[in-house]
Nanobody
């Protein structure tokens, strides 16, 4: 059973940083790859960053200059370092993987950027 658990969300001021973590169980992140998505209030879920099984990162246009996706294969964890956060980054952030064609999602981590 694949399980993804996010942590590290919170409330920050504009311009501040946050680091999200996602620990995976039931699969290996260096086999299937993983990603981060977010869903803002009233909007559709959108992808933020993905790291493939080889560790290559890919970023959305919205966040590519302000975030870094990384991983610790030994811990089976991925991370999302977000800097210079803006009000528009307020959302629930989800980690995600697809194993043999089945999508799995974590429960989400709330990130609130507010002045």
């Amino acid at each position: 059973q694949v399980r993804l658990v996010e942590s590290g969300g919170g409330s920050v001021l504009p311009g501040e940083s946050l680091r999200l973590s996602c620990v995976a169980s039931g699969m290996s992140i260096n086999v299937w790859g993983m990603g981060w998505y977010r869903q803002a209030p009233g909007k559709e879920r959108e992808w933020v960053a993905v790291m493939d099984s080889r560790g290559r990162p890919y970023y959305s246009e919205a966040m590519k200059d302000r975030c870094i996706i990384s991983r610790d294969v030994a811990k089976n964890e991925i991370y999302l370092q977000m800097d210079s956060l803006e009000l528009e980054d307020t959302a629930v952030y989800y980690c995600n993987t697809a194993v043999e064609g089945t999508m799995f999602w974590g429960q989400g981590a709330q990130v609130t950027v507010s002045s």
